[in-house]
C-alpha cells in the first residue's frame, strides 16, 4: 500500500492537484469529435483520491468507438492507465484536457446498470469503485472480441434489412412451464411463483429441507427462475463454490432448454469466462450462474436475484472492499427493481433481519412437512441419552453414535463430520497440558503422515519444522497427547472400528462431489460433505463442542448452519434417516433436534438487537497504527450515536521490547457500531477521509472493513 501512496503522490504533484490533470498542447493540431467531444473516464487505481470522474477529450478518430462502457487508455501525469469510459458530453469544466490514447475495442463491457451497481457497493463499503469494476468486468480476451463485434454488425444489417424492427415475438420459443411444484406444504411459495411468472418483484428468504434428489434445494431454485423466465425476465444466482454450482448446473439443465443459462466463474479460465461473459452481455443469454462474481453479469431484463447459503464465508470477496454476495444482490435488486430470494438450510441473522423488518417474506415449509421430509436427531447429550450412557459426553463417539453407524451401514452409506482437517492438528503435553509449541517461532505443533507411508511425523504447523524429540518446557515431559482429532485419525479410527466396509476421505485438497450409493463410511470436514444420490442412511456430527467454542459471535449461528447443511444430506426418518449429534445441549441442538432454523435465528437476531450487535447495527473496523487509527477516528467527528470500542492491539504487544524495529509494531483495531440510518453518513466520511489522507500523505494508511463477519 506504500508503494500505491507514493505512486498516488507523484500523480498528485505532476497535476498540480487531485482534481486536475495535465492538458494538451492546444496547438497540437488534434482534431476532436463533433459530438459529445468530452469522454468521462474512471481511471484503473486502487489509489482513493484518484476515485472519482476525469474529463478527456475525444479524437476524431476514436469518435466511433469511444462509446460509453468501453475500455480506455489515457494519460494520467504522464503515465499509460487504464479505464472505463462511462459517459459522453458536450462541455467539461476543464478548458484544457488530454485526449483519449486509445480506445481498446467497441465492445461496451461495462454496462450502465453494472457501473451503478459499483457506485453503490463502493459507497456501502467505504471502498473505490475501480476495485468493485476489476471484480465486475473480467479480464479482457481480444480475439473474443472480434467474433462478437462481427454478431452484432451481423444482426444491426439483419435488423435493417427488415426495416430497423426487431423480429416477431411468435417466432421465439415460449419457455417451457416449470413441471409440478416442489413447494408442497410451503405456505406463500406458490404466491411468490406466481407473482414472478407476473412480473412482479417479491422478496422472499427460504428455508429448503433436503440436499439431494428430484426435491433438492437446487431443483427447487431451477423452478423458481423458471417461473421468472415466464414473464420473460432474466435471472441470478450465487452459491458459495464449484460443488454447489456443479449441482446447480445440473438441476438448470433439467428445467431450462440448453443455451438458455450459462455459468460465469472464474476458475474456467479465461477465455470461457470472458466468452460467456460476452454471450450474457449480448443479450442472448438471461440466465446466469456461478460463484462471487455473478452478481454483476449484465444480464438484461433481469427479474430475480438469488444467493443461495448467505452464511458461507466463501460469499465474501478477498480483496477489497472487501464485499459480501448478499449485500451485492440486494443493492442491484434496487437498482434495478427486481425480485430477491435468500435460500439455504438454515437462516443467516442477515436474513432474518430481512425478514423481522418486514422487507421480505418467510417461505419455510410446515411442520407437518418438516417432519416427514427430514432425518430424526438425536443429541447424546440429553437426559435420556445420558442415562444410558453416563461416559457419553466424554467420548468423541459415543456408544449411541457407534451403534447408529452400525445399523445404517447395512441400507447405504454413512456420513461423519468433523471439525479439522490433517492428523493431530493440535497437540498438547500429556502431563501438564500445556500447548506444544515449536522452538523456534513458538507456534503450534501437529501430527501429520508423510505422502505415501505409515509413519506419523511432529511437524509446526507454521514454520513446517520437524520436532524430534518434544520436550515440555513448563514440567519436561517428552510425551505428547492430541487436543484435536483430524479427519485423518478419524478415518483411521473408524477404518479400525468397521474393518469391513471402506471409508473415503473428502478433507482438505481431496474434496468429492459425490459418493456411491452403498455402504461406505464418508468423513468429511464442515463444507466438503460429497452429496449420495438417494441421501444418506445415517450422519454423525462430530466436535459440536470444538465448533461452539470458537471465538467469534458468530459461533453458533455458523455451527447450526454446518450441521443443517450436512443433515439435509440424510434420508428422511420414514426411511430410517438418523443423525446424532455429538455436543453439550445448547440452543443451537435444539433447534437441530426441532429442525427449526427460523425460530433459532428469529432468537438470535432479538439478542443482537438487544445488545447492539451486527447485523441489528452495522460495524466499521479501522485496522492500522496506533496513531494512524486514533487520528482517523478523531477526524471522522463522530456523532453520540455512534459506538467506539478501541483502538486495541490485534498481537500482544508484550512480545514487541521497547526501542525495537518500528515495522514489528502490532496492528491496532478500532470497532465503530452505527445504526443503518446513518450509515451512509459515516462510510461516506470515512471514504472522503481516505482519499483525503493519501492526497496530502497524512500518517500511514488505515485499512476501512466494513461488516467484516471475522471482526467480532
Known amino acids: 500500500m506504500d508503494q500505491h501512496l507514493e505512486q498516488g503522490v507523484q500523480l498528485s504533484l505532476l497535476s498540480g492537484f487531485v482534481g486536475k490533470k495535465r492538458v494538451a498542447d492546444p496547438h497540437s493540431g488534434v482534431e476532436l469529435a463533433r459530438s459529445l467531444p468530452v469522454a468521462q473516464v474512471v481511471i484503473d487505481s486502487p489509489l482513493p483520491h484518484l476515485d472519482r470522474i476525469f474529463d478527456y477529450s475525444v479524437p476524431k478518430e476514436l469518435d466511433d468507438d469511444a462509446q460509453p462502457g468501453v475500455r480506455v487508455r489515457v494519460k494520467f501525469s504522464g503515465q499509460d492507465l487504464n479505464g472505463f469510459l462511462v459517459a459522453r458530453v458536450a462541455t467539461s469544466e476543464s478548458e484544457r484536457l488530454v485526449p483519449l490514447s486509445r480506445v481498446y475495442s467497441a465492445v461496451p463491457v461495462l454496462a450502465p446498470q453494472v457501473l451503478e451497481l459499483a457506485h453503490r457497493v463502493a ?76 412480473g412482479a418483484s417479491p422478496k422472499a428468504v427460504m428455508a429448503s429441507l433436503t440436499g439431494y434428489g428430484p426435491a433438492s434445494w437446487h431443483h427447487q431454485i431451477a423452478q423458481i427462475v423458471a417461473y421468472c423466465q415466464l414473464s420473460g425476465r432474466g435471472a441470478i444466482v450465487v452459491v458459495p463454490d464449484l460443488r454447489d454450482l456443479e449441482l446447480l448446473e445440473q438441476a438448470f439443465a433439467s428445467v431450462l432448454p440448453a443455451g438458455t443459462f450459462l455459468k460465469l466463474t472464474a476458475d474456467d479460465g479465461p477465455t470461457l469466462r470472458y466468452d460467456n461473459f460476452l454471450r450474457v452481455l449480448s443479450g442472448s443469454v438471461k440466465v446466469v450462474i456461478g460463484t462471487r462474481s455473478a452478481a454483476y453479469a449484465p444480464v438484461a431484463d433481469l ?52 425478514v423481522a423488518t418486514g422487507w421480505a417474506q418467510s417461505l419455510v415449509a410446515e411442520r407437518s412437512v418438516v417432519r416427514q421430509g427430514t432425518a430424526r436427531v438425536i443429541s447424546t447429550a440429553d437426559s435420556y441419552e445420558q442415562e444410558r450412557d453416563p461416559l457419553a459426553a466424554l467420548a468423541r463417539l459415543p456408544h449411541r453414535a457407534w451403534q447408529t453407524a452400525k445399523t445404517a451401514l447395512a441400507s447405504g452409506p454413512v456420513l461423519v463430520q468433523v471439525a479439522r482437517t490433517g492428523y493431530a492438528p493440535a497437540l498438547a503435553c500429556q502431563r501438564c497440558r500445556d500447548v506444544a509449541r515449536c522452538v523456534e517461532c513458538t507456534g503450534p505443533l501437529m501430527q501429520s503422515r508423510a505422502d505415501g507411508s505409515t509413519q506419523i511425523l511432529v511437524t509446526c504447523r507454521w514454520c513446517g519444522r520437524a520436532e524430534a524429540s518434544f520436550s515440555c518446557p513448563n514440567c519436561g515431559n517428552h510425551e505428547l497427547r492430541a487436543i484435536t482429532v483430524g479427519a485423518s485419525r478419524t478415518a483411521e479410527e473408524l477404518g479400525r472400528a468397521f474393518p469391513s466396509v471402506p471409508v473415503i476421505a473428502s478433507a482438505g485438497d481431496h474434496i468429492k462431489a459425490v459418493v456411491a450409493d452403498r455402504p461406505a463410511i464418508v468423513v468429511a470436514t464442515v463444507g466438503a460433505e460429497p452429496v449420495a444420490a438417494h441421501g444418506y442412511a445415517a450422519a454423525l456430527l462430530l466436535d459440536g463442542d470444538t465448533l461452539l467454542r470458537r471465538e467469534s459471535l458468530r459461533s453458533g449461528e455458523d455451527t447450526l448452519r ?86 486495541a492491539p490485534l498481537v500482544n504487544p508484550s512480545s514487541f521490547r521497547p526501542g525495537g524495529d518500528p515495522e514489528q509494531a502490532p496492528d491496532y483495531r478500532t470497532l465503530l457500531f452505527f445504526p443503518y440510518a446513518m450509515a451512509g453518513k459515516i462510510t461516506g466520511a470515512m471514504r472522503a477521509l481516505k482519499a483525503a489522507n493519501a492526497a496530502r500523505r497524512v500518517g500511514s494508511p488505515v485499512q476501512v472493513r466494513c461488516d467484516g463477519v471475522d471482526v467480532i
Open 562 to 647: 454446518r450441521w443443517m447443511n450436512a443433515a439435509a444430506l440424510v434420508r428422511p426418518a420414514k426411511d430410517g434417516g438418523t443423525i446424532v449429534v455429538t455436543a453439550d445441549d445448547t440452543v443451537e441442538v435444539s433447534a437441530l433436534v426441532r429442525w427449526d432454523p427460523a425460530g433459532y435465528a428469529e432468537r438470535e437476531f432479538h439478542l443482537r438487537h438487544e445488545l447492539h450487535l451486527p447485523p441489528a447495527v452495522r460495524v466499521a473496523a479501522l485496522t492500522g497504527g496506533e496513531a494512524d487509527v486514533v487520528a482517523f477516528t478523531a477526524a471522522l467527528e463522530l456523532p453520540d450515536e455512534v459506538r467506539v470500542i478501541g483502538p
Open 303 to 354: 427479474g430475480l436475484v438469488c444467493c443461495w447459503d448467505d452464511g458461507d464465508e466463501l460469499h465474501i470477496e478477498r480483496r477489497a472492499p472487501y464485499q459480501h454476495s448478499r449485500d451485492v444482490l440486494l443493492l442491484r435488486s434496487e437498482v434495478e427493481d427486481t425480485a430477491v430470494l435468500m435460500a439455504a438450510h438454515s437462516r443467516s441473522s442477515e436474513s432474518q433481519r430481512l
Open 123 to 198: 459507497a456501502r463499503y467505504s471502498g473505490t469503485v475501480a476495485d468493485v469494476l476489476r471484480v465486475a468486468v473480467p479480464p479482457r480476451v481480444a480475439s473474443l472480441e472480434k467474433g462478437y463485434l462481427k454478431a452484432a454488425a451481423d444482426q444491426a444489417a439483419a435488423l435493417a434489412a427488415v426495416g430497423g424492427t426487431a423480429p416477431a415475438l411468435t417466432e421465439a420459443a415460449p419457455p417451457p412451464h416449470p413441471g409440478h411444484s416442489l413447494f408442497a406444504g410451503y405456505p406463500h411459495a406458490e404466491d411468490f411463483m406466481t407473482q414472478l411468472a407476473m
